[in-house]
């Protein structure tokens, strides 16, 4: 009776999940999400996306939106009826959806590496492929924490990351970017800002060991000539200025997190071998 019961009950979980999964017709305003989408091979329920979404070569998605303004009518054209967002889309946005009758699903700002694992396993679980979710972040938390293992002992350096030049803007320890910093042997001079508006008196004074940029929106490499007039600086002395050029350090998925963290943990300790975590 009770293994007829539990059949049951599996069965039916089963079932809503496939059922749910198979009607669905996604829009994703969230870059990264729109990543995961592909990456949990559910590109299928994907109509329509943002214009800074990236989408694999030989695939085309309808651009509806912005990351912070939705083009509601074209998202109704395309029968959405389930919309991806990030906390940076446009508040009225987001109640006019609701209103028609979208399900929209937003996610917030990730302040860890693991809140970045948890939206993952969520998208998965959204589009009937929470196995496979669970099973990429499986794999690249055990790179992670490889990485982790090896540089537990280090001595760390001070770092500066910029993520914004006009006004100069870091990461504070309630982002996940802090994580990228703990994990690779770093200590973020941010981690304990209350805003991520930074001064560059403020950065020349606490005389960084590294400084890693990140491109996007500005000219990475002219900021990073401007940091190399001060020659005193330990992170120009030492030649550790790291420009980041793509959403890696910005926009991780967890797979790129992992990645992106056996790049900046080598760039600050080149001397100790981390081929095995790669």
């Known amino acids: 009776m009770i293994k007829k019961v539990l059949f049951f009950v599996v069965f039916v979980v089963l079932f809503a999940e496939v059922s749910f999964s198979a009607g669905l017709r996604i829009v994703s305003l969230s870059p990264v999400v729109t990543q995961e989408i592909f990456m949990l091979k559910a590109q299928k329920y994907l109509v329509g996306c943002s214009k800074y979404g990236i989408v694999p070569e030989g695939f085309k998605i309808e651009r509806v939106g912005t990351v912070t303004d939705a083009d509601v009518e074209r998202i109704l054209k395309l029968k959405a009826n389930i919309v991806f967002a990030s906390s940076l889309l446009n508040p009225s946005d987001i109640k006019v959806l609701k209103r028609l009758g979208l399900k929209v699903i ?49 001595r760390r350096l001070k770092v500066f990351v910029q993520i ?18 703990r994990f690779a042997g770093g200590i973020n001079i941010a981690e304990n ?11 020349l004074k606490e005389n960084p060991d590294a400084i890693i940029i990140s491109q996007m929106g500005f000219n990475g490499i002219k900021q990073a000539e401007r940091w190399k007039q001060f020659k005193f600086l330990s992170a120009v002395k030492h030649n550790r200025i790291l420009i980041l050029n793509d959403y890696s350090l910005c926009s991780p998925t967890p797979v790129s997190f992992a990645k992106t963290l056996f790049k900046i943990a080598k760039f600050l300790h080149p001397e100790v071998s981390l081929e095995a975590c790669h």
């Open 106 to 154: 937003v996610f917030s700002q990730p302040g860890s590496f693991k809140q970045i694992c948890d939206d993952f396993i969520k998208v998965g679980k959204i589009v009937g492929k929470k196995d496979v979710a669970e099973k990429i972040v499986s794999e690249a938390m055990k790179k992670v924490n490889c990485i982790k293992d090896r540089l537990k002992n280090i």
């Open 164 to 181: 914004g030049a006009n006004p100069l803007f870091t990461a504070t320890g309630s982002s996940f970017i802090n994580d990228f910093i």
């Open 193 to 203: 800002s209350k805003s991520g508006l930074y001064s560059p008196a403020k950065v």
